[in-house]
């Protein structure tokens, strides 16, 4: 007879030593703590004035990291930013905390069909920066 229980998919890494619920509890802080930037569309941040938002330390040092990525690469640049090989040290503490935290909640994409001890076919879209 199959179990019925529930089973959780793996958390991520850093939070390893909690439970479901406890991770969850996180995701749910982050997400009322960052609403006004979670929902807002990518051109939102221009057209509807979104800057006037961002606490000025980070508009700062963002301009300056777009600024020296050049016009070719500014976009790159930006979705860089969560990448695991991230530099943060470069950054005003509170969007270090930020941008760490936004790379360290996302579940592991990275799962194997257990039944068929494959990965599961699904499609993604990748964007490939030069």
């Not at 929902?39 to 301009?63: C, Q, V």
Request: charged share 30%.
């Amino acid at each position: 007879m199959k179990s019925l229980a529930y089973r959780f998919p793996p958390l991520p890494a850093k939070f390893s030593n909690t439970t479901p619920e406890q991770y969850l509890d996180r995701l749910i802080d982050v997400c009322k703590e960052y609403e006004w930037l979670i929902d807002a569309l990518a051109f939102d941040i221009f057209t509807h004035n979104y800057w006037g938002k961002f606490p000025a330390e980070w508009t700062e040092a963002l301009m300056s990291y777009v600024d020296e990525a050049g016009d070719d690469r500014c976009a790159c640049a930006v979705l860089e930013l969560t990448s695991k090989e991230a530099d943060y040290s470069r950054w005003p503490t509170s969007l270090k905390a930020y941008l760490e935290t936004i790379r360290d909640l996302p579940l592991p994409r990275d799962v194997l069909n257990e039944k068929e001890n494959e990965r599961p076919n699904i499609r993604r879209r990748h964007f490939v920066c030069y």
